[in-house]
């Protein structure tokens, strides 16, 4: 196995150490940070998605190679930096107003990062403004809202409109997602994508992202 394998087979099993290890090992060898990233780490999550996707692992699983990611991107950051490697896309993320609940929202971030994709989180009990702030602030492509209240997802609506009030909606993607979302109130609401799952989330943020920049 090369060094490229041992960092997805280490990130799989959540062994943080041996994947920062390995990743310091690629880069020793003279590695890009590009490969690394893209066929040791990115690789690893895709599996781990793709598992979780058909229920082979859970949300244990994924937070511990998510970890066991970020353990690895401590050492390579510098040089994906140094060699201009750039996200694929930036997308800002939160749990609507109201709603404190995080969990499946973090596991979206957490997949989106192991996509290549910028992820900003505002966190939970986010405001329709604080979304836009935020968007316009970091230029984002995508916003991502989540909620899992029936009494929360109607600030989605909101947040939307907030974009159209401050004429930003335009090529915005607004992706919704959470335990009582639909794809027909995705479509009530104006926005653009429903998302079932994390896996699917992430999935949908790359084509979108990769289709701006194509």
């Keep these: 196995m090369s060094t490229l394998d041992d960092i997805s087979a280490f990130l799989q099993k959540g062994r943080a ?32 998605g793709g598992k979780f996707k058909r229920n082979e692992v859970y949300v244990p699983e994924v937070l511990i190679a998510a970890r066991a990611m970020n353990a690895g991107l401590v050492p390579l950051k510098p040089h994906l930096v ?70 929360t997802m109607t600030e989605m609506k909101n947040v939307v409109e907030g974009f159209r009030t401050a004429g930003i909606r335009e090529g915005l993607t607004i992706m919704v997602g959470g335990a009582p979302i639909t794809d027909s109130f995705c479509k009530s609401i104006g926005a653009d994508i429903y998302s079932a799952d994390a896996a699917s989330a992430a999935d949908a943020a790359v084509a979108v992202c990769d289709k701006k920049s194509a």
């Design 17 to 48: 150490n041996e994947v920062a290890a390995n990743v310091q090992k690629a880069l020793d060898e003279g590695l890009s940070a590009r490969s690394i990233l893209e066929e040791g780490l990115m690789a690893g999550m895709n599996i781990i």
């Design 82 to 151: 140094s060699s201009g490697v750039k996200a694929r896309g930036k997308v800002i993320i939160g749990t609507v107003k109201g709603d404190l609940h995080d969990i499946g929202k973090n596991l979206v971030r957490m997949m989106m990062e192991g996509k290549g994709l910028e992820v900003v989180d505002l966190g939970v009990d986010v405001s329709s403004d604080k979304f836009v702030a935020a968007a316009r602030e970091h230029k984002a492509d995508i916003v991502c809202c989540s909620a899992l209240l029936t009494t």
